[in-house]
């Protein structure tokens, strides 16, 4: 008898999402970073939910507010992604009976907070003691009829753009994160983006859902990938050549020499690129663009926003097709201690 | 520092929901059954979340298909009271990793069984690892404009009226409800109700939440109250004259005299009718109507519905004053021992 923990997350959706009926006026279900349901003449209606656990998504000692701006952050970046608006929200809050009221209060401060920046009303939700805090968000938002950013529309040829750096979350990003809202509006707004995802597993699992979603595949300039400070930060206490999980790593090189320091220099820039494929909680967005209107999109962007863009790579017709290339070479991600992901 | 066990859920949603925005297209909010939304010209949205937790709302041996049928029953069952019809829905899932995949399998049939029933989309959600099986279920329904039930239209001189049979839902009916969707829709549609609620915390409770937000009194007639079968089988195993909890009651009679065996069975008619107030988990509906219309709201429901009806009180102007009422008489349900409601 399989367990959860056995076959897996994916897996297990993929099973359960095909007992699940579905409406002839859903444009979009599960697959997606948002449902999209046929609202009215002129809007569709973006749905999403999404959870934050203590212990997985934060820690006993998180600042209670950005617990809350986690929870609500987390699916107003799925709603960015889709470049909808926000609406509404519901909370489902579970709680441990001796939770103090004040750290509560806390929590739903951040949400609020964030809610209010962004006109989100907080609408209704319920209450249930159980083991550990839990805060289930709900989220409807809306978009121009047919106009909602899906992970199913990339095509041959696109670019590949990416806002901001990643990599070492963990640090802190992962609980004070802007929902990029305004940029994922803009991109839907003005036609730019023919598909698009939020980062919320790491680089490289999001990519693959947007290539396996669009049935395409990609080229992916590694050198170009933006590599945040924190990711840096966070390869400093590892020691070069193992893995995270203290493995020894296969040398991308062909011999130890004489320029030690340069290696280790290397070796950390490579395990910090690690950290930006994989890290995941980025909550940065992932988009496509037609080339044609690639270097029109940079130059608007740079107008309109101070978030740091970077063209990362290029959609191929090879369905599922995943190539990470550096100065010409392909990359084996596998040799490279990547072997857990994908 | 308070805790959320010492303030108690009423009273921390209270100050929780104070902080949360709104937004000038939410019509009701927290408070009601479900909330409700300006949506297209035609329609209003309503929107619901609600949760089942293992050890509180199941059992580790409840059939998995009954959980899945709990989680979404309890969220249609809001939604019947509003009038609506259900449209889309989410859930996250928090699972134990060592969950077995066929239980997790059978859980959503269930819940893909009433959604098909009631043609609902589940169009999404969330899997987590976590300590105990939840499953939270997010849905939106709809209703003509300005149509959907709530609970704050009850006026003085009102019928209330209540479906089914009421207490000792935990033998069973917990697990097995049917939604009345179809009633409440009815009601909706033929402006019949003036105010509606679900019972899922108790007749006692539920109708102390429809008089708060109608800002009226009640003066019910218990001995009209319908009582399940169920609650009188719950009551057989109780020790008349003494609380669930084991605590001598102050006996409402007279004297213990020569009548014995009729003073045990008025123990037990009584027994029972405390399970029927206080029991929870009926999801039945308890709404009102204009005393003018009652006689026909009667007439024609018997006409379309198998489902049991019964006037149980009207509402009286007084807002808050709930007063029980058996042969004429005044009846004092703390004294009964009845105190830990209300």
Sequence with gaps: MKTLHQLGERELIRQLARLLPTR?????????????????????????????????????????????HKALGRVLSDLAAAGGEPLWGLINLV???????????????????????HQLALVGGDTTEGAALELHVFAVGRAPRGT?????????????????????????????FVPRLAEGQWLRAGRWATAAIDLSDGLATDLAHLLEMSRVGADIQTGHIPIAAAAF?????????????????????????KYAENISNLWKKRAALLHA??????????????????????????????????????????????????????????????????
């Design 24 to 68: 002839a006026d859903v444009r979009a279900g599960i697959g997606h970073d948002v449902a999209v349901v046929a609202g009215t003449a002129r809007h569709d209606f973006l749905l999403k939910s999404d959870a934050v656990i203590e212990g997985r998504h934060f820690l006993p000692d998180t600042p209670p507010r950005q617990i809350g």
């Design 148 to 176: 909602a950013l899906l992970r199913s529309g990339a095509r041959a040829g696109d670019v590949l753009f990416v806002t901001g750096a990643l990599g070492g979350s963990l640090a802190g990003k992962h609980l004070r």
């Design 233 to 257: 930060k966070s390869v400093e206490n590892e020691t070069p050549g193992f893995s995270k999980a203290g493995k020894l790593l296969p040398s991308p090189f062909p011999s130890f020499g």
């Design 95 to 117: 709680a441990p009976r001796d939770t103090s009221v004040a750290r509560l209060r806390a929590v739903y401060q951040g949400l609020a907070s964030l809610a209010r920046q």
């Design 277 to 342: 494929l994989g890290d995941g909680e980025d909550f940065e967005l992932l988009f496509t663009v037609p080339r044609h209107k690639a270097a029109a999109l940079a130059a608007a962007w740079r107008k309109k926003f101070r978030t740091r863009l970077t063209a990362i790579g290029t959609i191929t017709p090879g369905a599922g097709q995943l190539v990470w290339s550096a100065a010409g070479k392909s990359l084996d991600l596998k040799a490279a201690g990547f072997e857990h992901f994908r």
